[in-house]
């Protein structure tokens, strides 16, 4: 496997990311890892190829942003937007992740190994999120699809407006959203949070420790009667 | 038999205040519980390029001859930082509208007719369709706060990308499109079950304020590796502030969207009671580029209310680089037309009124999902129909500014300009007609 390294204190961000926007069969295969990234914004944005990134470090704003196909590893934490309307792929988050991580993304499998700040996943269309600790206040805000497994805790309003994203917690949850409950956990969501759990590095958690979340659907279509739940 | 005078009766008089139209609102909330949804934009009179006329030439200046002397009319967008900055034969583009609230057809027929002319097509809400990108030459790809449909290879496809923070017709709201419209295609490409009403988020989801956009930006630049315009929508609001942090936060093009501005669905108290008009908005966003050094650097498209060359020619005189249109171009396609009278009666209105764009009932085939009404549609001839509307456009525009002595559109400024009413002056900062008087500039 060829190894390339970038030194973010020498090399341009855009001359980095230009590199990892090379042709696919190029990067194939490769692993490139990326030193001092220093909370950079927009590192390894864009990627379409099959390629290993290692962001040695602590990454800004939308780090592997849109990613798809690539596995990007961040062995720091990341800032506000990790792996936003990521397509395919995985995204590693080794420390914390801050606001909206995951946001609107529609595949893949994003993993916070710390815990993820306000609207972790908000918006999500398909990916799955796992997150080792907790996360923060309207979490799976407006989730359309996908599922989010939450290790630790939840803040407020978690699910609000949920439609058809599927949410696990394991840990205390201060207070669910607009149109979001708990359900029976069924053969298939269990088997998806067993998944998940194992991709994730957490096969020995137990799934059966888990609450599953989902949408009421009381909310899909617009009624007087509910003015007072938006 | 009395024999008293006849008195004479009073006409019987309605209130100004409660007119029939407000009248029978009052009972519709009272019956129903809930407000009302239409589309379109603001329908109220406003101050508009109307109230603003023209000062041809004359003896102080020469005019240019119609037919034999170069009026140029092209423009381009997007030359500050993109490596491919578009290039435009008219300044006049089609406004953002999404696949969703308009049929596939209405797409098509928009792409169909904007390539004609050499100018730009605008997605929306919802992505980008294949139909779509084949025929539009130039596309702009809109980056929403709901980011349905939004996907990385279409970012590449487009030919520049235009985040949206607002449109005139209801800045500060979300989107809306009822169930109604939510047919298996368009469900599949935002990524929702069938028939509920998609409520679109009014903030984008991964960022808040200036100083956030300007790493939002610089990550679209990124993924696309610096060679697409990138644009900044806001609705007419406080223009001047808007488009300081519009550049500042990095933008190529700043797109300003008066209440005038339509909308495909959203209450009819939003678009009537926020935001302010097109000709209120464009001197003040002019004034904020000038005094960052950046007017014709960042280049301004307006839009909200354009009807005709003389609204683009008005427009680009007060500063703007080019507008855009959205009603006018679906009146173009076959919206409201007379023709369809008897159908529009069926639905309790009248050509010219329909604005129930929501509802997906559109007798034209444009604002509709529904597969029999949109095959009424033909998008070769209505996009033909919307290349000869953006000639005429074009054509007038330059009568105008060879009138005034202009060699190209972009020639023509305030100075040509005066305005028929105090509010008209005071909005655009031209003199009164017949006086030197800009109220809140000069003294009388």
Known sequence: ?230 | MSDAPKIPQTEPRYSATFDKNTASEIRRAAATGIYDIRGAGAKRKLPHFDDLLFLGASISRYPLEGYREKCGTDVILGNRFAKKPIHLKTPVTIAGMSFGALSGPAKEALGRGASAVGTSTTTGDGGMTPEERGQSSILVYQYLPSRYGMNPDDLRKADAIEVVIGQGAKPGGGGMLLGQKISDRVAKMRCLPKGVDQRSACRHPDWTGPDDLEIKIAEIREITDWEKPIYVKVGATRPYFDVALAVKAGADVVVLDGMQGGTAATQEVFIEHVGIPILAAIRPAVQALQDLGMHRKVQLIVSGGIRNGADVAKALALGADAVAIGTAALIALGDNDPHLEEEYNKLGTTAGAYDDWHEGKDPAGITTQDPELMKRLDPVKAGRRLANYLSVLTMEAQVIARACGKSHLHNLEPEDLVALTLEASAMAKVPLAGTNWIPGVSQF
């Open chain 1, 1 to 230: 496997m060829e190894a390339v390294t970038f030194d973010l204190e020498k090399t341009p961000l855009r001359e980095v990311n230009q590199y990892l926007h090379s042709d696919a069969a190029e990067l194939d295969g490769k692993t490139v890892t990326i030193t001092n990234p220093g909370g950079t914004h927009n590192i390894a944005v864009g990627l379409k190829a099959d390629v290993d990134v290692v962001i040695d470090g602590h990454a800004g704003y939308y780090a592997a942003g849109m990613n798809q196909v690539a596995n990007v590893v961040i062995e720091g934490s990341a800032g506000t937007g990790v792996a936003e309307n990521m397509m395919s792929g995985r995204v590693h988050v080794k420390g914390f992740a801050s606001n909206a991580a995951g946001a609107t993304a529609q595949g893949g499998l994003l993993v916070i190994d710390g815990d993820a700040g306000l609207r972790c996943g908000i918006s999500m269309k398909g990916v799955d999120i796992v997150v080792g600790g907790s996360v923060g206040s309207f979490s799976a805000f407006m989730a359309q699809a996908g599922n989010l497994v939450i290790l630790g805790d939840a803040g407020e309003a978690l699910g609000d407006s949920l439609y058809e994203a599927r949410i696990f917690v394991r840990g205390n949850i201060q207070s669910l959203g607009a149109d979001c409950e708990v359900k029976p956990m069924d053969e298939e969501a269990r088997q998806i949070l067993v998944k998940l759990l194992k991709e994730s590095g957490h096969a020995d958690v137990d799934p059966d420790s888990f609450t599953l979340l989902g949408s009421a659907r009381t909310l899909y279509n617009f009624h007087v009667d509910n003015a007072g739940a938006y």
